[in-house]
């Protein structure tokens, strides 16, 4: 099993619909974080979370809500979508006290908003 | 504005060859580099690292240097399989700082 989960990991909604991505870890990390990846631009931060009580922007978050149910939680939603929100969305989880702050990723969710 | 530049988006080596994948990045307050791997159909992977205090890490096939001069870095592997072939991300690390900022993503293609 994966240690970070992502649901659902394929998604196409209709403009103007409210969708929630959903992450959960086994890795018992404190530090969440969401990102999107397109075509030419990499992956690029959403919002972050380092502990329950904590919640950050990144450098994207304009559209976007998180919220960090739990340690292991960390669900993303869009309020409302438009079609250029359409991308592959990784959740993440860090643990501090490793090298450079090694980031792991689950295997992603592919949006596309019509 | 983007700190973290991979300007190859795609390279093609030929299996058992060197490849080298680039890296530049535009603030010195860098204090970590970190490369991922990422096959189709699944999350990033990380790959290898290295701390702006040196200039060469290396894991078997796979070797990270380090030009702070430049702000460059890049990632050999000796030799090229089949299986490396995926999209790499070089990401670097502000220091005090828990984010990675990603480069753009290279696709590297081996050859048989």
Partial sequence: ?114 | DQQVKQNSPSLSVQEGRISILNCDYTNSMFDYFLWYKKYPAEGPTFLISISSIKDKNEDGRFTVFLNKSAKHLSLHIVPSQPGDSAVYFCAAKFQGAQKLVFGQGTRLTINP
């Fill in chain 1, 1 to 114: 099993d994966a240690d970070v989960t992502q649901t659902p990991r394929n998604r196409i909604t209709k403009t103007g619909k409210r969708i929630m991505l959903e992450c959960s870890q086994t890795k018992g990390h404190d530090r969440m974080y969401w990102y999107r990846q397109d075509p030419g631009l990499g992956l690029r931060l959403i919002y972050y979370s380092f502990d329950v009580k904590d919640i950050n922007k990144g450098e994207i978050s304009d559209g976007y809500s998180v919220s960090r149910q739990a340690q292991a939680k960390f669900s993303l939603s869009l309020e409302s979508a438009i079609p250029n929100q359409t991308a592959l969305y990784f959740c993440a989880t860090s643990d501090p006290g490793t090298a450079g702050n090694t980031i792991y990723f689950g295997e992603g969710s592919w949006l596309t908003v019509v």
